[in-house]
Nanobody, 114 residues
Framework: VQLQAFGGGLVQPGGSLRLSCAASGSRSSVHAMGWYRQAPGKQREMVALIFSGGSTAYKDSVKGRFTISGDNTKNTVDLRMTDLKPEDTAVYYC?????????WGQGTLVTVSS
């Protein structure tokens, strides 16, 4: 399974960004897709997940600011991020969970700074 992520960049505090990820090559069912992030010196953490049935989960600190959406037919997942804060600065990783296990994208850097 290959994951390709797009959309990182530099944004000022209070700004918005959209991350997109497409999964290809999966020969099994996709159970969930989502985004994780890793800030310098910190562990990777879950940001948002969307499950095959459509339910979602978010890290508490991004609730109300980030929205995850997905297309099961295309195996794509987007993360709309608004009201970005400096503490959102991190490398964001796309993740997909299939019957055969989890797969990770290469990461895209999001920097929130004035």
């Amino acid at each position: 399974v290959q994951l390709q992520a797009f959309g990182g960049g530099l944004v000022q505090p209070g700004g918005s960004l959209r991350l997109s990820c497409a999964a290809s090559g999966s020969r099994s069912s996709v159970h969930a897709m989502g985004w994780y992030r890793q800030a310098p010196g910190k562990q990777r953490e879950m940001v948002a997940l969307i499950f095959s049935g459509g339910s979602t989960a978010y890290k508490d600190s991004v609730k109300g600011r980030f929205t995850i959406s997905g297309d099961n037919t295309k195996n794509t997942v987007d993360l709309r991020m608004t009201d970005l804060k400096p503490e959102d600065t991190a490398v964001y990783y796309c993740n997909v969970v299939t019957t055969y296990g989890p797969y990770w994208g290469q990461g895209t850097l999001v920097t929130v700074s004035s």
